[in-house]
């Protein structure tokens, strides 16, 4: 489980699907589906901390356009966090690869759409409001389940941001920092969490988010951008063979 912790937090501060690593693990030991993917979502925290801190210098300038996407990832992720209480499995099962699909394919297109869409842009900074829905979508998505929330964060920032990949990185650290963050609370105090699993992959995340973003930091775009999208293609596998 703490293998498991450290590489689930170096993969998040890369790109985000640390829970394709996490949640099977503990579904492995016997935890049970809720129990797992709540106690997974609590432990991740810490290591997004030290995914955001490992990235801090690629955020310098970026504090207004996160303030107004956090409350997106905020708001999206209580939404999604109480749907993973109230909703059916089976709810999210169709929906998922597919999204996490358009977000690969909007990695791989982010060059040649930001050139096409420079001139047209009104808001380069802050993306607008179809932005802000966008992330706020995300955010539901993370807060109920969360598996490579990152790759459709970085899709959705890197198709309406006029900003290098490594800053959109940053900023998605600190998006997807925020929704676990508030998905966790809301489950502290709702549902099912089991402390002994949050404690070993907290410490694993923790170490591990300090690394990977040590990593990622220093990969150029395009090496960065298939390595996005290779785990999104994998997260699309094992969502469809697993049926989310």
Same mark, same amino acid.
């Given at each position: 489980?703490?293998?498991?912790?450290?590489?689930?937090?170096?993969?998040?501060?890369?790109?985000?699907?640390?829970?394709?690593?996490?949640?099977?693990?503990?579904?492995?030991?016997?935890?049970?589906?809720?129990?797992?993917?709540?106690?997974?979502?609590?432990?991740?925290?810490?290591?997004?901390?030290?995914?955001?801190?490992?990235? #801090?210098?690629?955020?310098?300038?970026?504090?207004?356009? %996160? !303030?107004?996407?956090? =409350? *997106?990832? /905020? @708001?999206?992720?209580? +939404?999604?966090?109480?749907?993973?209480?109230?909703?059916?499995?089976?709810?999210?099962?169709?929906?998922?690869?597919?999204?996490?699909?358009?977000?690969?394919?909007?990695?791989?297109?982010?060059?040649?759409?930001?050139?096409?869409?420079?001139?047209?842009?009104?808001?380069?900074?802050?993306?607008?409001?179809?932005?802000?829905?966008?992330?706020?979508?995300?955010?539901?998505?993370?807060?109920?389940?969360?598996?490579?929330?990152?790759?459709?964060?970085?899709?959705?920032?890197?198709?309406?941001?006029?900003?290098?990949?490594? #800053?959109?990185?940053?900023?998605?650290?600190?998006?997807? %920092? !925020?929704?676990?963050? =508030? *998905?966790? /609370? @809301?489950?502290?105090? +709702?549902?099912?969490?089991?402390?002994?699993?949050?404690?070993?992959?907290?410490?694993?995340?923790?170490?591990?988010?300090?690394?990977?973003?040590?990593?990622?930091?220093?990969?150029?775009?395009?090496?960065?951008?298939?390595?996005?999208?290779?785990?999104?293609?994998?997260?699309?596998?094992?969502?469809?063979?697993?049926?989310?």
């Amino acid at each position: 489980m703490l293998a498991a912790g450290i590489g689930a937090g170096a993969i998040n501060a890369v790109v985000g699907s640390g829970s394709l690593i996490t949640f099977p693990t503990l579904l492995a030991m016997g935890y049970p589906p809720v129990v797992a993917n709540v106690s997974n979502n609590v432990g991740l925290v810490p290591g997004g901390v030290t995914g955001v801190l490992g990235y #801090r210098r690629e955020l310098d300038g970026q504090g207004r356009r %996160l !303030l107004r996407f956090g =409350t *997106a990832s /905020v @708001l999206g992720s209580l +939404i999604g966090g109480l749907l993973l209480l109230l909703l059916p499995e089976t709810a999210f099962r169709i929906i998922v690869p597919v999204l996490i699909g358009l977000a690969c394919v909007l990695v791989v297109a982010q060059p040649a759409l930001n050139r096409r869409l420079a001139d047209r842009r009104k808001n380069p900074h802050h993306g607008g409001p179809l932005l802000w829905l966008g992330i706020l979508g995300a955010g539901m998505y993370g807060g109920y389940f969360g598996a490579a929330q990152g790759v459709v964060l970085i899709g959705l920032l890197g198709v309406f941001l006029d900003d290098g990949l490594q #800053r959109i990185n940053a900023a998605k650290n600190v998006l997807s %920092l !925020l929704v676990n963050t =508030t *998905a966790a /609370v @809301l489950f502290v105090f +709702i549902a099912p969490v089991d402390w002994t699993a949050v404690a070993v992959v907290a410490a694993g995340t923790t170490i591990g988010g300090y690394v990977g973003a040590r990593v990622a930091r220093r990969l150029p775009p395009p090496v960065l951008r298939a390595f996005i999208v290779t785990v999104g293609v994998v997260a699309i596998v094992m969502l469809v063979r697993e049926g989310v």
